[in-house]
T-cell receptor, first 112, second 115 residues
Framework: GENVEQHPSTLSVQEGDSAVIKCTYSDSASNYFPWYKQELGKGPQLIIDIRSNVGEKKDQRIAVTLNKTAKHFSLHITETQPEDSAVYFCAASRDTGNQFYFGTGTSLTVIP | DTAVSQTPKYLVTQMGNDKSIKCEQNLGHDTMYWYKQDSKKFLKIMFSYNNKELIINETVPNRFSPKSPDKAHLNLHINSLELGDSAVYFC??????????????FGEGSWLTVV
């Protein structure tokens, strides 16, 4: 089955700096990679996703990159703000599959 | 108009009790899930139903029994609660497993504490 690894487990950045979270996956058939943000006391919320036919996707201050050959994908947050502080999860799945495989989460703290 | 709603949000109960967590989605999705999140924040899938049919049943004790009366509802019943069952349980739904861009949408979670 699929194995998703996520690094780092914790990340602290100064407000205004960039944050990068990296994930690797093992199943070359995986073709859909969503990222979730979980704020304290809430459920994970989808923030951005990317499909395997795309190398990069941006949405304002967040972007995701995908390297299919190396089987890794990354979340980039620029100009971080205190409200970006949360736990972030990457995930991998495939269209023909029946479940999502989640990374172990990254706790991001943005220091004002 | 919450998309995936689950109740109760908080539940404190004694060992040995039986409890249920209810979940409803108003997104018109066919697939629903139960995930368990432990103290280390790991998200582990427990069950998945597609159109009321069980499709994923991970290694979960028999004390946990999901029930899906219709495709908009997936409830989780737990018998003989143990201390190790303390966790946050998330209900989730997705459009159709096996379809493109099959994004999962999570509920707000149910915090279960067994004392």
């Amino acid at each position: 089955g699929e194995n998703v690894e996520q690094h780092p487990s914790t990340l602290s950045v100064q407000e205004g700096d960039s944050a990068v979270i990296k994930c690797t996956y093992s199943d070359s058939a995986s073709n859909y990679f969503p990222w979730y943000k979980q704020e304290l006391g809430k459920g994970p919320q989808l923030i951005i996703d990317i499909r395997s036919n795309v190398g990069e996707k941006k949405d304002q201050r967040i972007a995701v990159t995908l390297n299919k050959t190396a089987k890794h994908f990354s979340l980039h947050i620029t100009e971080t703000q205190p409200e970006d502080s949360a736990v972030y999860f990457c995930a991998a799945s495939r269209d023909t599959g029946n479940q999502f495989y989640f990374g172990t989460g990254t706790s991001l703290t943005v220091i004002p | 108009d919450t998309a995936v709603s689950q109740t109760p949000k908080y539940l404190v109960t004694q060992m040995g009790n039986d409890k249920s967590i209810k979940c409803e989605q108003n997104l018109g999705h066919d697939t629903m899930y139960w995930y368990k999140q432990d103290s280390k924040k790991f998200l582990k899938i427990m069950f998945s139903y597609n159109n009321k049919e069980l499709i994923i049943n991970e290694t979960v004790p028999n004390r946990f029994s999901p029930k899906s009366p219709d495709k908009a509802h997936l409830n989780l019943h737990i018998n003989s609660l143990e201390l190790g069952d303390s966790a946050v349980y998330f209900c989730a739904s997705s459009r159709n497993f096996g379809s493109a861009g099959n994004t999962i949408y999570f509920g707000e979670g149910s915090w279960l504490t067994v004392v």
